[in-house]
């Protein structure tokens, strides 16, 4: 296996300061010095700091949930990538969340994809159809559409981190996200093969589109995982509600590593 496996916990809108602290106290000792997968967490931008210090030290990385593509300005109540790149390692960037309810366009996602890379940060870069859309049959379309446009013009430096290991995709069915209905295994790992690591390559070329990690988000949980991570192109998951599950969250990483 050429690609490291990632697990990635999305904490959404949920911990206080007090609670992050409280939860990720509880998950360091059972996620840390695990070798063989990445793990990052993304606590809510007020937990950032709180968070920062406590997983000084460890094998854990941050990421945070979502930035602005500008570097300074008159910006109310966003958060640039350089005030981001103080503190975390990744980005989640275009989850179907902010897509929907914040009016996120392709065009918006590969701004901010862009301005990842120009503060060295490392986009989880999210996709995924609707479920209306995968009922239509429209799902190839709409994922290979999503790729193209938010990754559009992106330069990998060919030295440095020219190895693809600064750009990570979630492919997450948004019917899948927070439903308790996943993908199975090997749907998922159809539309990778079939859709996604072929638009990465027409994009990036071959090489390199064997090198980006691509991992599943929806409804990940403790007992469904191993499934998950079985299929040759799933790298790992973006997980939501059981990340926030101290057992569950260390279940899914355990199963992660290769
Ligand atoms: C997510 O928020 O990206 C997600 C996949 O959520 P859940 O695991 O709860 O479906």
Known sequence: ?????????????????????????????????KSGVDKVVCPPHTALLAVSSLLEGTDIALGAQNMYWETAGAFTGEISPNMVA???????????????????????VNRKVQAAFAYGLTPIFCIGETLEEY?????????????????????????????????????????????????????????IAEVIRPALGELFG???????????????????????????EIDGALVGGASLKVADFIQITLAAVR
């Open 135 to 191: 009922e239509a049959d429209r799902t190839y379309e709409v994922v290979f559409r999503q790729v193209k446009m938010g990754l559009e013009a992106i330069q990998f430096d060919n030295s440095g981190d020219g190895d693809g290991s600064n750009l990570v995709v979630a492919y997450e069915p948004i019917w899948a996200i927070g439903t308790g209905r996943a993908a199975t295994p090997t749907d998922a790992n159809q539309v």
């Open 206 to 232: 071959e090489g390199m589109a064997q090198r980006i990690r691509v991992l599943y988000g929806g409804s990940v949980n403790g007992e469904n995982a191993q499934g998950f991570f079985s299929q040759s």
């Open 1 to 33: 296996m050429i690609r490291k496996p990632l697990i990635a916990g999305n904490w959404k809108m949920h911990m206080t300061v007090a609670d992050a602290r409280h939860l990720v106290s509880e998950m360091v000792p059972g996620l840390q010095s």
């Open 86 to 108: 103080e503190f975390c390692e990744y980005v989640i960037l275009g989850h179907s969340e902010r897509r929907t309810f914040f009016g996120e366009t392709d065009k918006d």
